[in-house]
């Protein structure tokens, strides 16, 4: 039974710091990337970041760059996303994801299509 399971969230002021954990059982953690999306209320749900879990490379969308950082545990079974200097903008619920194998990780920021398992979400508030 595959489990993406986040915490981490909830209010902050802007400028704040924030990390975010994403707990995976079920399957073999590295074979497959990672990510975390995020939806604000009433948008559409969008790529933050993407890794590839084996190797390391990430991803990260423009809104974010410099900011945000994603990364791995040792054990590659826990995903974390560090975000500083967070800004009102950043507020929705944060998603964790697990990416379709064989979709390269950096294309898969614009396609949430691109997802075969999602987390519940952890909402994130900035407050200005």
């Known amino acids: 039974h595959v489990q993406l399971v986040e915490s981490g969230g909830g209010p902050v002021q802007a400028g704040e710091s924030q990390r975010l954990s994403c707990k995976t059982s079920?399957?073999?953690?590295?074979?497959?990337?990672m990510g975390w999306f995020r939806q604000a209320p009433g948008g559409e749900r969008e790529g933050v970041a993407v890794?590839?879990?084996?190797?390391?490379?990430?991803y990260y969308a423009d809104s974010v760059k410099g900011r945000f950082t994603i990364s791995r545990g040792i054990d590659l079974k826990t995903l974390f996303l560090l975000m500083t200097n967070l800004k009102p903008d950043d507020t929705a619920m944060y998603y964790c994801?697990?990416?379709?194998?064989?979709?390269?990780?950096?294309?898969?920021?614009?396609?949430?299509?691109?997802?075969?398992?999602w987390g519940q979400g952890t909402q994130v508030t900035v407050s200005s």
């Open positions: 079920g399957y073999t953690a590295g074979r497959y990337c």
């Open positions: 890794m590839y879990t084996s190797g390391g490379n990430t």
């Open positions: 994801a697990r990416l379709r194998r064989g979709i390269p990780a950096e294309s898969a920021l614009g396609t949430p299509n691109a997802v075969d398992i």
